[in-house]
């Protein structure tokens, strides 16, 4: 059974940084595609960020591009969120999701951990 664990999430100030991470397990990863997606309150989910297992190429939404950057550690099963100059508007719930990379859909979520940016 495939299992995605964020954790790393927590209360910061505008214009710090937060690591979030996914632990992945339960089967093989290559050929998947990690991504983050977050969701504010009372907003709906957005794409975040996305990293190829296999060859580690890099997608990024474009208001994140420059401050979020994407990463994963094959050794660790592990992907990163690292985010920097955080702002008031990046509070949400972040999620880690995998979807087979020819495919669309992500079918595999995590629970989710809380990032709050205090002004």
């Known amino acids: 059974q495939v299992q995605l664990v964020e954790s790393g999430g927590g209360l910061v100030q505008a214009g710090g940084s937060l690591r979030l991470s996914c632990a992945a397990s339960?089967?093989?990863?290559?050929?998947?595609?990690m991504g983050w997606f977050r969701q504010a309150p009372g907003k709906e989910r957005e794409f975040v960020a996305a990293?190829?297992?296999?060859?580690?190429?890099?997608y990024y939404a474009d208001s994140m591009k420059g401050r979020f950057s994407i990463s994963r550690d094959n050794a660790k099963n592990t992907v990163y969120l690292q985010m920097n100059d955080l702002k008031p508007e990046d509070t949400g719930v972040y999620y880690c999701?995998?979807?087979?990379?020819?495919?669309?859909?992500?079918?595999?979520w995590g629970q989710g951990t809380q990032v709050t940016v205090s002004s």
């Open positions: 339960g089967r093989t990863f290559s050929g998947y595609v």
């Open positions: 990293i190829s297992w296999t060859f580690s190429s890099t």
């Open positions: 999701a995998s979807r087979v990379a020819h495919r669309a859909n992500y079918d595999y």
